[in-house]
T-cell receptor, first 115, second 116 residues
Framework: QQQVKQSPQSLIVQKGGISIINCAYE??????FPWYQQFPGKGPALLIA?????SEKKEGRFTISFNKSAKQFSLHIMDSQPGDSATYFC??????????????FGQGTTLQVKP | DAGVTQSPTHLIKTRGQQVTLRCSPI?????VSWYQQVLGQGPQFIFQ???????GRGNFPDRFSARQFPNYSSELNVNALLLGDSALYLC???????????????FGEGSRLTVL
């Protein structure tokens, strides 16, 4: 129940294309769903996040779509650029009583954007 | 401003040895969390400390321990190292206990541990 399943494991997209990464969860107590971007040799950095009271959040070229009933959420990268090539992790956490806000991460998606 | 700093960046140990990893949080941050990232996988939560007290622990054996100092820096200790402990160990800091829920969790670049 604590798992977050992420797909695909790897993704190759042409420059200017749309990159789509999907995640699914089981624990209905999760109430915060961030996406992290990690470049080689660096730690993860927060990209964008959503809460279950909205179905979509957009920040620049990055959009999260959230489907509460299906317990799924996805990251869309519009007009993908070579600089977007990185590993992307979805995550989830719950803010229940006594909870520390620890993140449960997906397995990661390695994105390569070809020029 | 300096971000989360970790040391050492790389280290090699042999099975059975002990290792200590260090983390300095962003100035003003009182919470430090530790995550283990095995190659090709997402980070896994190990510990969270807030105001020098342990506030959360992940599913890791007792060989893993940590502490937070009065200046809010932290150490992660791993005893009796196993080959499977080879990983990138990430430290993250936040200003609040529930920083991960508010977008305030900031990661360092990690300490890469290789166990031979």
């Amino acid at each position: 129940q604590q798992q977050v399943k992420q797909s695909p494991q790897s993704l190759i997209v042409q420059k200017g294309g749309i990159s789509i990464i999907n995640c699914a969860y089981e624990n209905t107590a999760f109430d915060y769903f961030p996406w992290y971007q990690q470049f080689p040799g660096k730690g993860p950095a927060l990209l964008i996040a959503i809460r279950p009271d909205v179905s979509e959040k957009k920040e620049g070229r990055f959009t999260i779509s959230f489907n509460k009933s299906a317990k799924q959420f996805s990251l869309h990268i519009m007009d993908s650029q070579p600089g977007d090539s990185a590993t992307y992790f979805c995550a989830a956490s719950s803010h229940g009583s006594g909870n520390t806000g620890k993140l449960i991460f997906g397995q990661g998606t390695t994105l390569q954007v070809k020029p | 401003d300096a971000g989360v700093t970790q040391s050492p960046t790389h280290l090699i140990k042999t099975r059975g040895q002990q290792v200590t990893l260090r983390c300095s949080p962003i100035s003003g941050h009182k919470s430090v969390s530790w995550y283990q990232q095995v190659l090709g996988q997402g980070p896994q939560f190990i510990f969270q400390y807030y105001e020098k007290e342990e506030r959360g622990r992940g599913n890791f054996p007792d060989r893993f321990s940590a502490r937070q100092f009065p200046n809010y820096s932290s150490e992660l200790n791993v005893n009796a190292l196993l080959l499977g402990d080879s990983a990138l160990y990430l430290c993250a800091s936040s200003s609040r206990l529930a920083g991960a829920n508010t977008g305030e969790l900031f990661f360092g670049e990690g300490s890469r541990l290789t166990v031979l």
